[in-house]
């Protein structure tokens, strides 16, 4: 066993030694530039009264050439980005596992310093323009081609009929388009790429493998008040798990889902239940995508999210909706009350909204594969669920799904 793993990681450095040396290279190379340049440079004295100081006129520091430096330097950063790109292809194709990187502090700050809630809103008012009716075609069709849409399953085919990207991205599918699965509890709410599922442990969720983030700063406290600062209780994450578990002998899971530009834009009931309660989390409206999943931990924590939450036949149930970088705009067809990325509402936060009251009693009721929202653009839905030991996933990760087919039952 060990000499088979051996020989493919030998033949892996192999191909690996020839990028090492280029980069080497490259680096070599800059710095001979950099020095060449400092020797022809025309120096001049500057008496200070106390040393002479040499320094260079203005014209002649075009001499250093900076743009072939900061080419050569951000060639050979690319060329190590693909070299590492390349070595962990190479390390999945042998199955050998790749620990995550995880991003520091400083540059978790700094990414949510980028007024990514501003661009957003104004991605949002740009999607709303009406597009002429000549351009309507070739808009629609680059952004087809760029990531990969069905059109033959859109409710209408014409292009010409949206009017703006807005409609184009919240397309209608033809009824026949998704069969929803009815051997099965629980469905898939949208189509996407399976990033993680499993059996929560110790109040942490992993949204993808290796990078958790915490499931009581993930839903908050389950005491519903209303537009007050969020800070995770003190107490054990065990007492945090028996408040959402209620029933002897059932587990806590979980499943993520991310939707990718291209993908089908609404989501949908994922099994019976009722909504009861509705908390909005305003945040941070990084980008989602896998690889930025890896990269930061507790991502879905720093975003905006509405979180749904209410009972299934096996006790509690939810559905997240967590926003991304021009994803600003969740909307839940039922909570006209609902407004994301609205400047009104500041980060760090979260209000509440109980849609049980006097005339309803019991919240609202939604059926399997019923429409339950929309996003603007690609994002992605975190399920996390009570249900007895012996529930199942029929899923691998990294795995494409599609709305109807079935995650798990018992």
Known sequence: MAASVRQPCVRLLRRVAPWRSSLCHCENTAMSHFLWSLQKLPLRALNTGSRKVHTASARSLYLLRPFPILLLTGGGYAGYRQYEKYRERELERLGLEIPPKLAGHWEVALYKSVPTRLLSRAWGRLNQVELPHWLRRPVYSLYIWTFGVNMKEAAVEDLHHYRNLSEFFRRKLKPQARPVCGLHSVISPSDGKILNFGQVKNCEVEQVKGVTYSLESFLG???????????????????????????????????????????????????????????????????????????????????????????????FFSLTAVGATNVGSIRIYFDRDLHTNSPRYSKGSYNDFSFVTHANKEGVPMRKGEHLGEFNLGSTIVLIFEAPKDFNFRLKAGQKIRFGEALGSL
């Open 221 to 315: 406290p389950r005491t519903h008040m209303e537009d007050l600062p969020f800070h995770p209780a003190a107490h054990s994450c065990e007492s945090f798990r028996n408040q959402l578990v209620t029933r002897e002998g059932n587990e806590l899971y979980h499943c993520v889902i991310y939707l990718a530009p291209g993908d089908y834009h609404c989501f949908h009931s994922p099994t019976d239940w009722t909504v009861s309660h509705r908390r909005h989390f305003p945040g941070s409206l990084m980008s989602v995508n896998p690889g930025m999943a890896r990269w930061i931990k507790e991502l879905f924590c720093h975003n905006e999210r509405v979180v749904l939450t209410g009972d299934w036949k096996h006790g």
